[in-house]
Nanobody, 125 residues
Framework: QVQLAESGGGSVNSGGSLRLSCASS????????LAWFRKTPGKEREGVAS???????NYADSVKGRVTISVDSAKNTLDLEINSLEPADTAVYYC???????????????????WGTGTQVTVSS
């Protein structure tokens, strides 16, 4: 059974950085699409970044240049580093995994069946 658990969220000032981590069990990294999503109240869930089994990464335009997704297969963790944080980045961040056919296309993530419970990121101006 695939299990995911996020950590690393918190409150930061605008311009700061955070590193979110997703601990996983029950999956083989090289066969799953791994992704980070975020959700703010009143808005649809947004794909932030994804990494496919071949090691290709993809980022949403809203975070491109400020975000890096990385996988440590030895530790079974999926990390998301966010720099130059803005108040618009305030959200609950979720990691997700599944064998989806189009890992490089970031959507709202409805095709993913495995999710963590989320970690809150709050950015103040």
């Amino acid at each position: 059974q695939v299990q995911l658990a996020e950590s690393g969220g918190g409150s930061v000032n605008s311009g700061g950085s955070l590193r979110l981590s997703c601990a996983s069990s029950g999956l083989t990294y090289r066969t799953y699409c791994l992704a980070w999503f975020r959700k703010t109240p009143g808005k649809e869930r947004e794909g932030v970044a994804s990494g496919d089994p071949d090691g290709n990464t993809n980022y949403a335009d809203s975070v491109k240049g400020r975000v890096t997704i990385s996988v440590d297969s030895a530790k079974n963790t999926l990390d998301l580093e966010i720099n130059s944080l803005e108040p618009a980045d305030t959200a609950v961040y979720y990691c997700a995994a599944d064998r989806v056919p189009r890992c490089g296309i970031l959507t709202a993530g409805y095709e993913f069946n495995y999710w963590g419970t989320g970690t809150q990121v709050t950015v103040s101006s």
